[in-house]
C-alpha cells in the first residue's frame, strides 16, 4: 500500500518561501562571519558557530557540524570563505542522513490488510489539530480512507477544531462528550475503522505537560486499549513540534520522548519564524526522523521532509 510521493505542485517553492525567514537571517549572520576573510580560519569557525546556534540549530549538533568542517578544512588545506555555503550544506545533509539512517523521502505503508494508525501527541498550540486535519486531507488525495479520532476530551476547542477538519477535508470522526475516557475514544475509532476497512487512522490526544506521569499514565493506556482492537497498533506515534518556539521546542521533544516512543516527527509554523535550524538540531539529537514540516497555512505547506531540499532551500 503505497503513500504519497511529493506533495502536490509547487513544493519547492513553497519550501523557499517558507524558509524564507530563517535564510534572510542565517545569510545576514553569515556574511558578518566572513567579512574581511578570504579563507576558512579558527576565527570564521567561531563565528560560524555562534550563527548556526544562534539559528536554534542546537549547541550539539553545531559543535558537530564545526568539527566536520574542522575535518575537512585540514584535509584540503585551503577553503575559501566562498565554498563556506556549499561545504556547510553538504557536512549538515551527511550528518542528517547519518542519524537518520533508515528515513527516506518517499514512505510506504505496510499492505498487511490492517488500518495504519497514527497516534498525534504534542502540547496545544503547535499547531497540532491543523498538521491532523492537513494530513488527512493528503492521505485522501492519495485515495486512502481515513478515520479521525478525537481523543484530547479534556477541551471543547480540540474536539470541535478537529470536527471542523473532519467536514473540511470530507472524512468521518469518532467523539464522545467533554471529559470522556481518552482510551474509550481510542478504542471506537479502532474498532470503526476495522469494521470500515479504512487504511488510516489518525488519533487525536490531550497536550498536556505539566505532570508527566500522567501524560505517560494516560499515553501507555490509550496504546494498551488500541493494541486490543488492532495488536501493532499504534503503528506511528508523531510528536507535533512549533518550530517558532526555537529551544523550547528541544524541551518538549525531550519530555515526550521520556513519556512515550515517538517514532515520527512534524515541525510546524516554520513560515513564521527565522528559528528554522531547530528542523536540524532536533532530527539530529533525537534521532528521531522528522517526517513532515509545515511551511504555510495552505493545504499544500504540510511537507514531507526531505533533508537534501530543506538543507538546500536554507542554504543556496
Do not use: C
Not at 567579512?35 to 550539539?60: P, Q, R
Not at 498550540?125 to 478515520?147: C, D, H, R, S
Amino acid at each position: 500500500m503505497a503513500l504519497f510521493g511529493l506533495f502536490g505542485k509547487g513544493k519547492k517553492e513553497s519550501l523557499d518561501k517558507g524558509l524564507e525567514k530563517t535564510k534572510e537571517s542565517v545569510f545576514k549572520k553569515l556574511a558578518r562571519a566572513v567579512v574581511g576573510k578570504s579563507k576558512v580560519d579558527d576565527e570564521v569557525l567561531d563565528n560560524l558557530e555562534e550563527v548556526l546556534i544562534s539559528s536554534d540549530v542546537g549547541v550539539e549538533t553545531t559543535l558537530r557540524i564545526i568539527e566536520r568542517i574542522e575535518a575537512r578544512v585540514q584535509r584540503e588545506k585551503y577553503m575559501g570563505v566562498d565554498e563556506l555555503n556549499r561545504v556547510l550544506r553538504e557536512e549538515i545533509v551527511a550528518l542528517l542522513k547519518e542519524n537518520n539512517a533508515n528515513d527516506t523521502a518517499s514512505f510506504q505503508l505496510p499492505d498487511n490488510g490492517e488500518p495504519y494508525v497514527i497516534m498525534v501527541v504534542g502540547v496545544n498550540g503547535v499547531g497540532k489539530t491543523t498538521t491532523i486535519g492537513k494530513l488527512a486531507n493528503k492521505f485522501k488525495e492519495a485515495g486512502k480512507t481515513i478515520i479521525l479520532g478525537a481523543a484530547d476530551t479534556f477541551r471543547a476547542a480540540a474536539v470541535d477544531q478537529l470536527v471542523i477538519w473532519a467536514e473540511r477535508v470530507g472524512v468521518p470522526i469518532v467523539k464522545q462528550g467533554m471529559g470522556a475516557d481518552p482510551a474509550s475514544v481510542a478504542y471506537d475509532t479502532l474498532s470503526k475503522a476495522k469494521a470500515d476497512g479504512a487504511d488510516v487512522v489518525i488519533i487525536d490526544t490531550a497536550g498536556r505537560l505539566h505532570n508527566k506521569i500522567n501524560l505517560m499514565n494516560e499515553l501507555t493506556k490509550i496504546k494498551n486499549v488500541m493494541k486490543k482492537v488492532i495488536p501493532n497498533a499504534p503503528h506511528e506515534i508523531l510528536l507535533v513540534l512549533d518550530g517558532s518556539t526555537g529551544q523550547n521546542a528541544y524541551e518538549q521533544a525531550k519530555q515526550f520522548t521520556l513519556a512515550t516512543e515517538v517514532n515520527a516527527l512534524a515541525i510546524t509554523k516554520l513560515d513564521g519564524t527565522a528559528k528554522g535550524g531547530v528542523v536540524i538540531g532536533i532530527s539530529d539529537q533525537f534521532k528521531i526522523p522528522v517526517k513532515y514540516i509545515g511551511v504555510g497555512e495552505k493545504m499544500e505547506d504540510l511537507q514531507i521532509f526531505d533533508r537534501e531540499e530543506f538543507v538546500d532551500s536554507l542554504f543556496n
